[in-house]
């Protein structure tokens, strides 16, 4: 089977700015997941491969699980200049990158999410696409570069956590057309299957824990907490939920489920999950944020009760209007 590589003029730019590049810094978003991760490594080992010079940036460290990664020893929390040229990947805005390249202007923007702002001088956004790691895999040709076997284990690893192991809405053929692609650079699907989906440390299982003991449900809507004593208490390294959200989406009941996690200086992370007909990411714009119609999130600059409070009372606000206008008037 054959895979069409359409050269469009974005892939030709992309092409034209990493042939004249040297040292190049690549980035992702917060708190960054499978996709953003595999994303980082995946284009940067390929880049590597291509004999440049390349800094993995990922100021927020990188979650247990994701450890075993080939590669993963580049990954530094900042970055040194002289650096031609800035790749931010995964992130549909520049908040949500923390800010990590300060003030410079982004070269290269490479990103799936519907809610992207394209604050980059070249974007390449494909919204239709369950990963990054997709595009990536995709366009890795036009853009003069080969994958290595860690480059595409750590790509594979992206496609999975983001499509949740093929099983997301925006799973398509092509998506498992890219994941074979994968297969043959060299990758051992189920093992990185075990690593990325199914497997969970002693830890994370421990936050799932105290996460689903103040599980509730009201109307169609699930939520729960995750505090900075739940980490404590569970000994959890990073800031994120451990993919508890994710878990969550899997309650029959919930047409919606919410998880307020608990970061440093009074800030919160809402991430919203929603069965495939609601699309949760117009609410979580409302808020600042944005993502996908089935997983949203947004950073709420204040107290994990008081956004608790808002942000709960607005989602079944929305559940309430969305079913309304959903029943047939005949
Ligand atoms: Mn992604």
């Not at 092409?15 to 992702?28: N, P």
């Not at 092509?174 to 043959?184: E, F, N």
């Not at 714009?285 to 709420?300: K, N, Q, V």
Request: hydrophobic share 40%; charged share 20%; glycine share 8%.
């Amino acid at each position: 089977m054959k895979i069409q590589h359409l050269v469009t003029n974005t892939n030709q730019q992309i092409h034209d700015r990493i042939k004249q590049a040297e040292t190049i810094a690549i980035a992702a978003h917060m708190r960054p997941d499978g996709d953003a991760i595999g994303s980082v490594l995946g284009l940067g080992l390929a880049l590597q491969e291509a004999g440049k010079k390349v800094q993995y940036v990922l100021p927020d460290g990188i979650p247990n699980r994701f450890q075993y990664l080939s590669g993963i020893e580049h990954i530094t929390k900042s970055y040194v200049l002289p650096v031609d040229l800035f790749i931010l990947v995964d992130c549909a805005d520049l908040g949500r990158s923390g800010g990590v390249f300060g003030e410079r202007q982004i070269d290269i923007n490479i990103d799936h999410h519907k809610t992207n702002t394209h604050f980059a001088s070249i974007n390449l956004v494909e919204d239709k696409s369950a990963a990054t790691a997709e595009i990536i895999t995709n366009h890795i040709p036009e853009w003069g570069l080969t994958l290595t076997k860690a480059s595409a284990e750590a790509l594979l690893l992206g496609i999975l956590t983001d499509s949740q192991g093929f099983s997301t809405s925006n799973t398509t053929s092509a998506t498992l057309r890219y994941a074979a692609v994968l297969m043959d650079a060299g990758v051992n699907l189920p093992a990185i299957y075990a690593k990325a989906i199914t497997e969970k440390d002693f830890q994370s299982v421990r936050l799932w824990g105290q996460g689903l003991s103040k599980l509730k449900i009201e109307g169609g809507v699930a939520w729960t907490t995750i505090t900075q004593a739940d980490r404590k208490e569970t000994n959890y390294q990073g800031n994120d939920d451990a993919d508890l959200v994710n878990f969550m989406a899997t309650i029959t009941e919930a047409k919606v489920c919410l998880l307020f996690n608990e970061q440093q200086n009074s800030q919160t992370k809402v991430s919203w999950r929603s069965k495939p007909e609601i699309d949760i990411s117009v609410l979580a714009a409302e808020f600042g944020g944005g993502g996908h119609p089935s997983a949203a999130g947004a950073e709420i600059r204040d107290t994990i009760n008081r956004v608790q409070k808002m942000v709960l009372a607005e989602t079944k606000k929305f559940i309430e209007v969305y079913f309304e206008q959903s029943i047939d008037p005949s």
